[in-house]
C-alpha cells in the first residue's frame, strides 16, 4: 500500500506539469464543470416555480377571455373615434424639475394656461 502512495510522491515532485495541474487546473476544471451543473439545476428549478405561480383557474380564465371578447374594437372604429378627436390644438405643458414642488408647479402652469386662454376670448 505504502509503495504507490511513495511512487506517486515521486512523480509529483519530478513532473512540473503534473504537481501544477493537481494544484490549479484540476480544482478549476471541477469548479468550472460542477458550476456549469449547478447552474444547470437552479435554472430548471427557477423556471419549475414560475410555472407553478402561473397557473390561473378555468374559471378565472373564462372570465379573462369573456372580458376580451367583449372589449373587441375593429381597427376602422378606433380610426373613426380618432378623428373625431381635435389632435391640432394643444399646448405643450413643461413638466416639473426635481428640485420643484409637482403639484404647485402644476396649478401654476394650469393657472397661467388658462389666464392666457381667458385673455385671448377677449
Not at 405561480?53 to 372580458?67: C, G, H, L, P, S
Not at 373625431?84 to 414642488?101: A, C, F, K, V
Amino acid at each position: 500500500m505504502a509503495a504507490p502512495m511513495e511512487h506517486f510522491r515521486q512523480l509529483l515532485k519530478r513532473n512540473k506539469f503534473l504537481r501544477h495541474f493537481l494544484s490549479g487546473g484540476l480544482p478549476m476544471l471541477v469548479l468550472i464543470v460542477g458550476g456549469s451543473f449547478a447552474l444547470k439545476e437552479f435554472r430548471t428549478l427557477r423556471y419549475q416555480v414560475l410555472d407553478k405561480r402561473k397557473t390561473v383557474d378555468d374559471d378565472v380564465m373564462d372570465e379573462i377571455n369573456q372580458v376580451k371578447l367583449s372589449k373587441k374594437i375593429s381597427v376602422e372604429e378606433e380610426y373613426e373615434r380618432m378623428k373625431e378627436e381635435n389632435i391640432d390644438d394643444w399646448t405643450n405643458i413643461r413638466g416639473p424639475r426635481p428640485w420643484e414642488n409637482s403639484k404647485e408647479f402644476q396649478d401654476s402652469q394650469r393657472a397661467n394656461l388658462a389666464q392666457k386662454q381667458h385673455s385671448t376670448e377677449r
